[in-house]
């Protein structure tokens, strides 16, 4: 919020951004109130029990009926019937060199699990792009817009798992739009 958490400027415009640098580097007091303002934002929105209430939320948008937990557990917690079951589906960068969405399914998955909800994944990784040559790298291109292979295999998992929910992340460019066809055949939101 531009004055409460930080400040906006135009895009490009090079001598607002120095202006407002040059704002924050003189005034301690200034960057205090941001700080706080900053902070009072990140507790009320992106805490991990914040996180997990708007996951929920639209888990129960999307299936009527299911409950919502009131918070999130310290610990592990045993699987909850009334939760939703989830299914992560997630294109991870190069092993070893996990991106910043890579992280983020992590930390999803784990608070996902600490509140007794059941999580499956559906993952590709790109180290599949890697390891090709110049026909198999033509091949992924075409297979971009739809993957048999990806559709046949989250089908099958969709299937034996029935989840009650499929939540997508990073899925180009194995994954790919087949993935979401795979659900809507299933009748997976």
């Known amino acids: 919020e531009d004055g409460r958490t930080g400040y906006h400027f135009p895009?490009?415009?090079?001598?607002?951004?120095?202006?407002?640098?040059?704002?924050?580097?003189?005034d301690s007091g200034l960057r205090?109130?941001?700080?706080?303002?900053?902070?009072?934002?990140?507790?009320?929105?992106?805490?991990?029990?914040?996180?997990?209430?708007?996951?929920?939320?639209?888990?129960?948008?999307?299936?009527p009926g299911l409950a919502l937990a009131p918070r999130a557990p310290v610990r592990l917690a045993a699987r909850r019937k009334d939760l939703p079951k989830v299914l992560l589906v997630?294109?991870?960068?190069?092993?070893?060199?996990?991106?910043?969405e890579d992280v983020v399914v992590r930390q999803e998955r784990e608070l996902l699990e600490s509140a007794g909800i059941e999580v499956v994944t559906y993952?590709?990784?790109?180290?599949?792009?890697?390891?090709?040559?110049?026909?198999q790298v033509v091949s992924t291109a075409a297979n971009m817009s739809w993957s048999h292979r990806s559709h046949d295999e989250l089908t099958r998992l969709l299937r034996h798992q029935r989840p009650d929910?499929?939540?997508?992340h990073n899925t180009f460019p194995l994954i790919t739009p087949s993935a979401y066809a795979a659900c809507r055949?299933?009748?997976v939101p």
Not at 11 to 26: E, I, N, S, T
Not at 90 to 100: A, E, K, L, M, Q
């Open 11 to 26: 895009p490009g415009d090079v001598v607002a951004l120095a202006d407002r640098v040059r704002q924050l580097w003189d």
């Open 32 to 63: 205090q109130q941001l700080r706080v303002g900053a902070r009072a934002r990140f507790e009320a929105s992106y805490t991990p029990e914040a996180n997990l209430q708007q996951l929920l939320s639209i888990y129960r948008q999307l299936v």
């Open 90 to 100: 997630h294109n991870f960068y190069r092993s070893g060199t996990p991106g910043g």
């Open 123 to 135: 993952t590709k990784s790109n180290d599949d792009v890697d390891e090709r040559d110049r026909r």
């Open 165 to 168: 929910v499929a939540h997508f």
């Open 185 to 187: 055949e299933q009748g």
